[in-house]
């Protein structure tokens, strides 16, 4: 089994920045591939960002040039880094891990809400 616990959401005025942490315990490897997903009221969860195993990463064309990801050597703790942030990215963003089998396991959310 595999735990994933975030922490660094909050409320946060436009054009502000915030940074998202995930930290994983359990049964994790360093070849796991990581993301963020976000969720916003009455909408899908979508993909935020990903890093694969490599640190090759990937974002959605909405956040590209203003979000992060980044792990630390361990590949233990993923971060989305936020900058500029607007309404529109207000959700509560999920921490994920995907590992070789194919299974996922999702962290608990936190909530990122924009504005004034």
């Known amino acids: 089994q595999v735990q994933l616990v975030e922490s660094g959401g909050g409320l946060v005025q436009p054009g502000g920045s915030l940074r998202l942490s995930c930290v994983a315990s359990?049964?994790?490897?360093?070849?796991?591939?990581m993301g963020w997903y976000r969720q916003a009221p009455g909408k899908q969860r979508e993909l935020v960002a990903a890093?694969?195993?490599?640190?090759?990463?990937n974002y959605a064309d909405s956040v590209k040039g203003r979000f992060t990801i980044s792990t630390d050597n361990g590949k233990i703790t993923v971060y989305l880094q936020m900058n500029s942030l607007n309404p529109e990215d207000t959700a509560v963003y999920y921490c994920?891990?995907?590992?070789?089998?194919?299974?996922?396991?999702w962290g608990q959310g936190t909530q990122v809400t924009v504005s004034s």
């Open positions: 890093i694969t195993s490599r640190g090759a990463t």
């Open positions: 994920n891990r995907r590992q070789i089998t194919g299974r996922d396991y």
């Open positions: 359990g049964r994790i490897f360093v070849i796991d591939d």
